[in-house]
Nanobody
Framework: QVQLVESGGGFVQAGGSLRLSCAASGRTFGSLHVSWFRQAPGKEREFVATISPRGTTYAADFVKGRFPISRENAKNTVYLQMNSLKPEDTAIYYC???????????????WGQGTQVTVSS
């Protein structure tokens, strides 16, 4: 069983940066694909970025170049570095993990509880 805990959210002004962390328990973390999703008020949850066990990444078009994703398997942690933040990035950010790359939230095997990111204009 793998448990995921997000941290690093907060309140930031437009143009600022935050680094989110997704910390996992369990010895299998290094073999899992880990993804970030977000859900803004009144909107559906959407895919943000994903990283494979070996570090191959893929991101949604709206964050490419702004939100690099990385991982430290030795620390069982995946990061989402959020740069040049915009008010429309305001959302709850979640991480999820699976044996295979999953860009659909419900197709993952493990899910975190989320961390709030608020960007002011």
């Amino acid at each position: 069983q793998v448990q995921l805990v997000e941290s690093g959210g907060g309140f930031v002004q437009a143009g600022g940066s935050l680094r989110l962390s997704c910390a996992a328990s369990g010895r299998t973390f290094g073999s899992l694909h880990v993804s970030w999703f977000r859900q803004a008020p009144g909107k559906e949850r959407e895919f943000v970025a994903t990283i494979s066990p070996r570090g191959t990444t893929y991101a949604a078009d709206f964050v490419k170049g702004r939100f690099p994703i990385s991982r430290e398997n030795a620390k069982n942690t995946v990061y989402l570095q959020m740069n040049s933040l915009k008010p429309e990035d305001t959302a709850i950010y979640y991480c999820a993990a699976a044996r295979y790359s999953r860009t659909n939230w419900n197709d993952n095997d493990y899910w975190g509880q989320g961390t709030q990111v608020t960007v002011s204009s």
